[in-house]
């Protein structure tokens, strides 16, 4: 038996690769591009082992799709490939647009010819689980309640409207053709092997080398906060019993303020490698606010905890204490991933 994950070198699909391989013998056929955001190196301690079967490829390339279904008959194909940062959107959407819309809609139809071609048996188990994101709901007031499953779709980036159509397709290819489809929207995701453009990892990095922390208009904007390894736990349970055609929302029940989750970082950097020069929070900068920016988001994760029995096992206390550590104990990692081209675009972006 196996499982064939898109995505899997990146943050999120590495850490949900680890997980599974921690968790059960069944392998992992790892489909990845290797851009920017893709690395290798997160996936170190599976060299050798067998149950890990990577191919680097574009998820848009439906002969290779086609291949890889045909030669290793899985059960499932867990869907993480996408381009998935805002800003990155904003300045670049063409790149969201092909892998977001375009690959989803190539793993749909080869994953309906494989499937269609399985035994009963088979093609009852089947399963093709789609990651998505709450961007995809817009964008919440103070007093709205939390994004529920049921929550009118309402994208503001060219990010969450290719992931919104990505869902949309995901959908119709279950209503149209039978295809056994499975979606969940998750909140922020923080933790290990998190590529240094996001704030979390962003703020840590720049705090240790000691420069300015960079925090969008005001910092007010709210986010829900998912420990990474509570994610890769929640879709297991899903694709274990998760029911056909259902979208499960998947959140951390941890709403905070960005300037919030910086002053925490910064406080934990305080304590676990204090600076001769002074605290962290001295290099809060504020920079312009970044266009269209989401003011809230909160997910209301009671349907999977209703029907499925997840809830997240960290808290945000015991979540980005383990991150803050994570990054603390791999100076290599961080060394390694902050390339030429990638301290470029941050100079870009932010401003030197």
């Given at each position: 038996?196996?499982?064939?994950?898109?995505?899997?070198?990146?943050?999120?699909?590495?850490?949900?690769?680890?997980d599974w391989l921690a968790q059960c013998d069944e392998?992992?056929?790892?489909?990845?591009?290797?851009?920017?955001?893709?690395?290798?190196?997160?996936?170190?301690?599976?060299?050798?082992?067998?149950?890990?079967?990577?191919?680097?490829?574009?998820?848009?390339?439906?002969?290779?799709?086609?291949?890889?279904?045909?030669?290793?008959?899985?059960?499932?194909?867990?869907?993480?490939?996408?381009?998935?940062?805002?800003?990155?959107?904003?300045?670049?959407?063409?790149?969201?647009?092909?892998?977001?819309?375009?690959?989803?809609?190539?793993?749909?139809?080869?994953?309906?010819?494989?499937?269609?071609?399985?035994?009963?048996?088979?093609?009852?188990?089947?399963?093709?689980?789609?990651?998505?994101?709450?961007?995809?709901?817009?964008?919440?007031?103070?007093?709205?309640?939390?994004?529920?499953?049921?929550?009118?779709?309402?994208?503001?980036?060219?990010?969450?409207?290719?992931?919104?159509?990505?869902?949309?397709?995901?959908?119709?290819?279950?209503?149209?053709?039978?295809?056994?489809?499975?979606?969940?929207?998750?909140?922020?995701?923080?933790?290990?092997?998190?590529?240094?453009?996001?704030?979390?990892?962003?703020?840590?990095?720049?705090?240790?080398?000691?420069?300015?922390?960079?925090?969008?208009?005001?910092?007010?904007?709210?986010?829900?906060?998912?420990?990474?390894?509570?994610?890769?736990?929640?879709?297991?349970?899903?694709?274990?019993?998760?029911?056909?055609?259902?979208?499960?929302?998947?959140?951390?029940?941890?709403?905070?303020?960005?300037?919030?989750?910086?002053?925490?970082?910064?406080?934990?950097?305080?304590?676990?490698?204090?600076?001769?020069?002074?605290?962290?929070?001295?290099?809060?900068?504020?920079?312009?606010?970044?266009?269209?920016?989401?003011?809230?988001?909160?997910?209301?994760?009671?349907?999977?905890?209703?029907?499925?029995?997840?809830?997240?096992?960290?808290?945000?206390?015991?979540?980005?204490?383990?991150?803050?550590?994570?990054?603390?104990?791999?100076?290599?990692?961080?060394?390694?991933?902050?390339?030429?081209?990638?301290?470029?675009?941050?100079?870009?972006?932010?401003?030197?």
């Amino acid at each position: 038996m196996a499982i064939l994950v898109t995505g899997g070198a990146g943050f999120i699909g590495s850490n949900f690769v680890l997980d599974w391989l921690a968790q059960c013998d069944e392998a992992v056929i790892n489909l990845d591009l290797l851009s920017y955001a893709g690395n290798l190196e997160n996936l170190a301690s599976l060299q050798g082992d067998g149950r890990h079967v990577f191919m680097q490829g574009d998820i848009c390339d439906r002969a290779l799709v086609d291949r890889l279904l045909s030669e290793h008959q899985p059960r499932a194909l867990v869907h993480f490939a996408a381009e998935s940062h805002v800003d990155r959107s904003i300045s670049g959407p063409g790149a969201f647009m092909r892998t977001n819309i375009e690959g989803t809609y190539t793993l749909l139809e080869a994953s309906r010819q494989y499937w269609s071609g399985l035994d009963d048996a088979a093609k009852a188990a089947f399963r093709f689980h789609h990651v998505s994101t709450d961007e995809v709901y817009g964008s919440l007031a103070p007093q709205d309640p939390a994004f529920a499953e049921t929550k009118t779709y309402e994208p503001n980036s060219p990010y969450s409207a290719s992931k919104a159509a990505s869902d949309h397709l995901v959908r119709a290819w279950h209503h149209t053709y039978g295809l056994p489809v499975l979606t969940t929207n998750c909140s922020n995701n923080y933790g290990p092997y998190h590529f240094p453009e996001k704030l979390i990892p962003l703020m840590i990095v720049n705090a240790l080398a000691g420069k300015p922390l960079p925090v969008y208009g005001d910092g007010q904007q709210i986010r829900d906060w998912l420990y990474v390894t509570d994610h890769a736990a929640a879709i297991r349970a899903v694709l274990a019993s998760g029911r056909l055609g259902e979208t499960y929302n998947i959140g951390g029940w941890n709403e905070m303020a960005n300037i919030d989750i910086v002053k925490t970082v910064c406080t934990l950097l305080d304590e676990l490698r204090p600076d001769p020069a002074g605290p962290y929070s001295r290099l809060i900068t504020y920079v312009k606010d970044r266009p269209g920016h989401d003011r809230r988001y909160a997910i209301d994760a009671r349907k999977i905890e209703r029907e499925l029995g997840w809830r997240p096992a960290e808290t945000f206390a015991s979540g980005i204490r383990k991150t803050v550590q994570w990054y603390l104990d791999h100076p290599d990692w961080i060394a390694r991933v902050q390339s030429g081209a990638y301290r470029d675009w941050v100079s870009q972006q932010y401003g030197a």
